[in-house]
C-alpha cells in the first residue's frame, strides 16, 4: 500500500497538465490559448512518522499532511516538557 496515507487511505489522482500561452485580456492581451493538454498525476504529501496508536504503542506510518494538522494521528513525544521545579518553603520571616 505504498503511496497512500495509512490513515485516510488518500492516494495519488490523474488530471490533467494544461499548457497555454498568450497575455490575457485583462492585461492587454489577445487572450491566452490552450496548446496542450497532457495527463499527470497528482500524488498526496506523505510523510513517514513515528506514531502513538490506541494502546499506547509507537509505529512508523506514512501518513498525509492533512492527517498530521487536523490531529487525526498523535506524534510520539521524544522528550518531556520542561517542568519547572516546586517552589520550597521558606522559613525566614
Do not use: D, W
Not at 26 to 54: E, H
Not at 59 to 86: N, Y
Request: aromatic share 4%; proline share 4%.
Amino acid at each position: 500500500m505504498a503511496r497512500a496515507c495509512q490513515v485516510c487511505g488518500k492516494g495519488p489522482q490523474m488530471g490533467n497538465s494544461v499548457e497555454t500561452r498568450g497575455k490575457a485580456k485583462y492585461l492587454g492581451g489577445v487572450g491566452t490559448k490552450i496548446t496542450g493538454i497532457t495527463r499527470r498525476k497528482f500524488k498526496p504529501n506523505l510523510q513517514r512518522i513515528k506514531v502513538t496508536t490506541a494502546n499506547g504503542s509507537h509505529q512508523t506510518m506514512q501518513v498525509c499532511t492533512q492527517c498530521i494538522r487536523s490531529g487525526a494521528v498523535r506524534k510520539v513525544v521524544k522528550h518531556a516538557p520542561f517542568k519547572l521545579p516546586k517552589a520550597e518553603k521558606s522559613t525566614a520571616g
